[in-house]
Structure formats: structure tokens, C-alpha cells
């Protein structure tokens, strides 16, 4: 039986903000609840290494269909207790174009066990949310998810072109991967296969279906116009959404620097609406009103993001949700769209709160380095050789490695300040610790509604009902 398509999308936002817990209440209040797939891997190691002190994650690994591989991750990173106090997390492998089988296998167990556990215990309907600039570990996050019986598959930040086939062919047990673009050279392919990693171990897949993150009609288009890169539907992404915005056409800056869009941004929802797809509207549309905006326009419903990421479930820390919400009593909480934050070149939503990277302070005692990588661009050397390179890394580092010393300026690691967001900060040899960064979207209207409502926070069931009242 086909269930119907959601209307109500809650956005897979930052690195584990959309938690499994978050997910799995917003799917069984019947909406599409969507985990991010950001950085799985590293959050896994690192909450094992925590002690996992509610057994959620060693319930979910013994579901894994290859025990042996489960097992695995467990010795290298379960740490019964957790870590003792200002202990440093172990490494976990970064992200390469090279296949390798402790890699691969850590990053297919970790996408499993968010998605099976945000599918225990109902028959509602489960996403996952892949950024495209990521894209040497697709492959294996994907197979991950397929073995967890995932229902969506979401992605932006890009043109992802190539999932649509990926899904297909793994969901068939064939090799699956992407043309991973490179710098100066020829893209490389990485593939994951799933018989050949799992063995007899592998069970029947599912396809999920995939929707396209696309903030322009043309992409929309492109993407639609042939069967292998042809979407399921799309989320059509405005600027106002947090996280990563698509560039504007134009170069122009406000007065305080943040990218100025204008009519050549919006999307043309007539001409989507052609394509024969369903769509959803995001960036803005966290409210009553704008969903019944988006239902008279054609579309299927909204994908939200903020209202859920303040809710109880989400991954966001206690202390950083009761900030954000002080902040939006009061009326002084200010959300910027930062042109130089991210390391992959995109606006990124930054929400100015104190302790956090995008206090300057803060930003400039933090040392520069890349030691996670899943943003790092690869390249290739006058010698032919891969390299790796980062605009966030040292600065004589990412030169020495061909990059242009203009893209360093104001670069924030990400993947260690999201990962301190949802409290898996680490700390160093030296007794740093990684400080977070916050993002929300710029419409705060519904949050600051939503605040005054429930002023000691709200779950992810009341953000429901605040968008589709009785």
C-alpha cells in the first residue's frame, strides 16, 4: 500500500540537531521525520566513547544484520562509563576518496543505527538528510540507511545528480557510488558494495524515495528532465532556511556585509509545478499561514526546520536551546547570513550568541586546524597525486596546498563547532575545547510566537500542532 506524501517535512538539519529522538516523535505523529546524515560516523564513535549510558546505540547495533561488523565498532570505540573527564575522543578515519573497509564499515553501522532507531517502535515514515559537498561518503551513509529501512532520502548543497541511480543500484545489492569531483583533474568514482561488505549478511532493500533540495528553477529542470537524475519530488529551499543557502545571482553585500538576494533568486513554482513532481516549500514557511501559502500555490506542504530544532528532541544542548529561547523572548536574538563561514564557499547561517564561534572573540582564540575533514575539497598535485585541502585548515597549510589565501579569510570548521553544538565537543591534548556554533533560519516570527507559548520550551508535537492547528 503507497502511503501518502507528507506534508509536513521536518528539515535534517546540522550535525545530529535532527536526532533520531527528534525523527522518530515527528514520524509518529504522522509527518515525515527526517535525521541528519551529517558526520554519522564521528557521532557514533563519539557517544560510544561516552558510554552510551541509555543503551539506545548497543540496542540498534545488535539489530545490524552483520553482527561480526557491529561488533567491531564496538571494541575499537565502546567505552563502558565513558571517558574520564578532559580525555580526548579517539580519531575516527576522515573522509577519502581511497576506500577503506574500517571507514566504510563505521559509516554504514552508524547511518543504520540513526535511522533504526528513529523507525523503532511505529510505522510512520522516516528520512535522512545528506549534504552533496560531501560526497565521498555517500555511498557508504546510504547503504547504511537502505539496511535501516529508510523511507527518504533528502539532499542539497549541490546538484545531486547522481543519487537517484546510486539508490537504485544499491537497493538492487549492485555496486553504488558517485563521481566525486576534484580540483585540478578528472573526478574519481567511489562506490560502496553492498555484497561484497556485507556477504550472506546482506537482507533485501527497499529503494527510499529521493527528494531533491533545489533553490533555483533551472536545477529543478536539469534534474528532472532525464530518468537517471530524475528526483522523486523536490524541497524547493528559499534563503531565509538555516544551514547552507544556494549563492545569490548578484555579488551585491548589504551595508553589513551578509549576500543581498532579489527577484533572480526566487524559484518560478509554475514552472515546477510543469515538471509533473510533487514539491515542498522551505526557508520561511514555519507557520499556519505560509503553509496554507504554500498548499494554494501548488505545492505539497512545508519543510521546517527552526521551530523543531529548539524542540525537546532535538540533538541542540539544553543550555544552548535555553539560550536561544532567552534570546528570542527578549527580542535580542540577530541571525546573519555569513558569506565567508563555511569552508565550502556557501552563505551559512549564523546565529550571534555569545561563547560560541561566532563570537570574534571566541573565533580567534580557536586554532586553526581540519582534523575531521568531511568538508575538505580534493584536488590534484602537479604530480598527479590526491590531495586534500581545507579553507578552514591553517592558512599556510591550505597555500602551501595550491589554495588562495582570499577563501581562508573567516572560515569557521564547521565540523567540529556543529559536533559541539549537540555536546560532542572535543577536547584537545592542551585542554581546548571545541566551541559551538548555532544556526537557525532568518524568519523568527514563529519561533519568538512558539517562545511566548511555551516560554520553558516545546516538543516536537507542539511545533505540529502550531503549524497544523485542530
Known sequence: MTRPLPRIIQGGMGVGVSSWQLARAVAQAGHLGVVSGTALDVSLARRLQDGDPTGDLRRALHAFPDLAM??????????????????????????????????????VVANFVEVWLAREG?????????????????????????????????????????????????????????????????????????????????????RPHFLAIVSATVLASYLAREESTRPDGFVIEGHRAGGHNAPPRTKDTSDDGEPVYGPRDEVDLGKVATLGLPFWLAGGYGSPTRLAEALAAGATGVQVGSLFALAEESGLRPDL?????????????????????????????????????????????????????????????????????????????????????????GRVCLCNALLATVGLAQTRPDGFTEPPLLTLGSDLDSLETLAARHPEGWTATQALRFLEPA
Request: aromatic share 6%; charged share 25%.
Open 321 to 409: 536551546k535555553e539560550s536561544l529561547r532567552r534570546r528570542l523572548s527578549s527580542g535580542h536574538l540577530d541571525v546573519r547570513t555569513r558569506a565567508d563561514a563555511s569552508p565550502t564557499g556557501f552563505p551559512f547561517k549564523v546565529a550571534a550568541v555569545p561563547g560560541t564561534v561566532a563570537d570574534p572573540e571566541v573565533h580567534a582564540t580557536r586554532p586553526r586546524l581540519c582534523d575531521l575533514g568531511y568538508l575538505r575539497t580534493p584536488f590534484r598535485t602537479a604530480d598527479g597525486h590526491l590531495g586534500y585541502r581545507c579553507a578552514a585548515e591553517p592558512v599556510d597549510v591550505f597555500v602551501r596546498k595550491g589554495g588562495d589565501p582570499t577563501a581562508t579569510t
Open 122 to 206: 511505529h510505522d510512520g515514515t522516516v528520512g535522512i538528510n545528506y549534504l552533496e559537498k560531501i560526497q565521498v561518503a555517500t555511498p557508504a551513509a546510504a547503504l547504511g540507511a537502505l539496511l535501516a529501512g529508510v523511507d527518504y532520502v533528502l539532499m542539497g548543497a549541490g546538484i545531486p545528480r547522481q543519487i537517484p541511480r546510486m539508490l537504485t543500484d544499491l537497493a538492487a545489492g549492485r555496486p553504488g557510488g558517485v563521481d566525486v569531483e576534484v580540483d585540478g583533474g578528472d573526478p574519481v568514482r567511489v562506490e560502496i558494495d553492498p555484497r561484497g561488505l556485507l556477504a550472506e549478511h546482506l537482507p533485501a532493500l527497499s
Open 70 to 107: 557491529a561488533q567491531r565498532v564496538l571494541d575499537r570505540y565502546f567505552r563502558p562509563g565513558g571517558r574520564p573527564p578532559g580525555t580526548p575522543y579517539r580519531p575516527v578515519p576522515r573522509p577519502a576518496v581511497q576506500s577503506r573497509t574500517a571507514a566504510d564499515e563505521l559509516t
